[in-house]
């Protein structure tokens, strides 16, 4: 663990640009995005329909629900799409060398 409870996820060269992998922190499901070189991390659960965002798609900086297309914003957690209408949560996110950090959902 880092300082100020942000927790490694993982490492840089793990994530090219335009992938995401689903990380857990505690018992939040969180879905790690590289877009354009930059990391974002945002709820890996729709929600709509409360699918794993990471088995869906990711087309630039948009996360597609495997389930019935919703979309959000990887980077400001916003819904874009119907039927998704609720936001997600955005994590903050530190990185150290290769490593990622991500800081948990206060409380």
Do not use: W
């Amino acid at each position: 663990m880092a300082d100020s409870g942000f927790i490694k996820v993982a490492q840089v060269s793990e994530l090219k640009t335009g992938e995401m992998i689903a990380v857990t922190i505690g018992d939040d499901q969180v879905l790690l995005t590289n877009i354009d070189g930059n990391f974002h991390a945002i709820d890996d659960v729709c929600s709509h329909a409360y699918a794993c965002l990471s088995d869906g798609d990711i087309n630039g900086g948009e996360v597609e629900c495997p389930l019935h297309g919703g979309s959000f914003n990887a980077i400001t957690g916003a819904a874009m799409n119907p039927p998704a209408e609720e936001p997600l949560r955005v994590f903050q996110i530190k990185i150290e060398g290769d490593d990622i950090f991500v800081a948990p959902p206060a409380n």
